[in-house]
């Protein structure tokens, strides 16, 4: 499977953004599809997720549970994050992965990534 993000942007503290993760070549459903996030000298964070399959089993990290939303749109082959109430420590470049892992929260085991978006929130 090809993964591609997108909708990154440069916004204020309180902005909302979305993101998308395009899947072709295989559905996106067959992979567990995570987001994660990398700042400046630090490790690659896990941030959410959204199981493979037909159900909807989602994943957050403590810092954005209330605020991101993940969810899958099967008809448009696409993942999407949903980030309201932006916070500038959400600063990074957002990646998406596809994995067939049960360990979903470490970047390690995930087999397909796609390119970067930069997210940029400023205070």
């Known amino acids: 499977v090809q993964l591609q993000a997108s909708g990154g942007g440069l916004v204020q503290a309180g902005a909302s953004l979305r993101l998308s993760c395009s899947a072709s070549?295989?559905?996106?459903?067959?992979?567990?599809i995570g987001w994660f996030r990398q700042a400046p000298g630090t490790d690659r964070e896990f941030v959410a997720g959204?199981?493979?399959?037909?159900?909807?089993?989602?994943y957050y990290v403590d810092s954005v549970k209330g605020r991101f939303t993940v969810s899958r749109d099967n008809a448009k082959n696409t993942v999407y994050l949903q980030m309201n109430s932006l916070k500038p420590e959400d600063t990074a470049v957002y990646y998406c992965?596809?994995?067939?892992?049960?360990?979903?929260?470490?970047?390690?085991?995930?087999?397909?990534w796609g390119r970067g978006t930069q997210v940029t929130v400023s205070s």
């Open positions: 959204i199981r493979s399959g037909s159900g909807v089993y989602t």
């Open positions: 992965g596809g994995t067939s892992s049960s360990d979903y929260t470490s970047w390690r085991g995930y087999q397909y």
């Open positions: 070549g295989r559905t996106v459903n067959s992979y567990t």
